[in-house]
C-alpha cells in the first residue's frame, strides 16, 4: 500500500499545481492586453487588468517595469477602491481615477505590505506606476488621463 501511494504522490502533486490559482504559483502576469494613456506629454502603455483574477493578481511578483509602463485595474462600476502590495516587489504609486480621466488622488504603496491605499471618492479605476513616476512628472490630484478608456465615459 505504500508503495503505491509513493508512486502515486508525483502525481498528484503534479496535478494539484494545475487546480491553484495563478497567484500561488508566483508568476507575474505579462500577457494582458494593453492601451495607451496620455496626460499632458507624457505617454503611458498600461496593460489593462479587468477581470477579478487580473486585478488580483495585478503586478504581483513583478520584479522590473519599465518608466513609460503601468497597469491600469478596470471595476465594473465606479467604487470607493481599496488596494495593498501584498506579494509586489516594485514600490508603486496608484491613481485613482474617474470615469472622465481625473486623478481623484495618489497613494505611495511600499512592496510586501498588507497596508489598504482607497480612493477618496468612487473611482472605477485605478493605475499603478513605479513610485515617483508622477511626483517626477508634477502630476498631481485634479490632472487628467487620456485614452479610449476615458473617450469612451464622454459619449
Not at 503611458?44 to 487588468?49: G, P, S
Not at 519599465?66 to 467604487?79: C, H, L, R, T, Y
Not at 471618492?121 to 498631481?140: H, S, T
Request: aromatic share 8%; proline share 6%.
Amino acid at each position: 500500500m505504500l508503495k503505491r501511494l509513493a508512486a502515486l504522490l508525483p502525481l498528484l502533486l503534479a496535478s494539484a499545481s494545475f487546480m491553484m490559482p495563478a497567484h500561488a504559483q508566483q508568476q507575474p502576469q505579462t500577457d494582458l492586453s494593453r492601451t495607451q494613456l496620455s496626460i499632458g506629454l507624457y505617454k503611458i502603455d498600461a496593460q489593462v487588468a479587468q477581470t477579478p483574477l487580473q486585478r488580483e493578481i495585478g503586478l504581483m511578483f513583478r520584479k522590473e517595469m519599465p518608466q513609460a509602463e503601468g497597469m491600469i485595474f478596470v471595476f465594473e462600476q465606479p467604487a470607493t477602491q481599496c488596494f495593498w502590495m501584498r506579494n509586489t516587489i516594485l514600490p508603486l504609486t496608484a491613481a485613482f481615477v474617474a470615469d472622465d480621466g481625473r486623478i481623484v488622488n495618489l497613494a505611495d504603496m511600499q512592496p510586501m505590505t498588507e497596508n489598504t491605499h482607497c480612493s477618496q471618492e468612487p473611482v472605477r479605476y485605478v493605475l499603478e506606476m513605479n513610485q515617483g513616476w508622477f511626483a517626477k512628472k508634477n502630476i498631481k490630484k485634479g490632472a487628467k488621463l487620456g485614452g479610449e478608456l476615458f473617450a469612451a465615459g464622454k459619449r
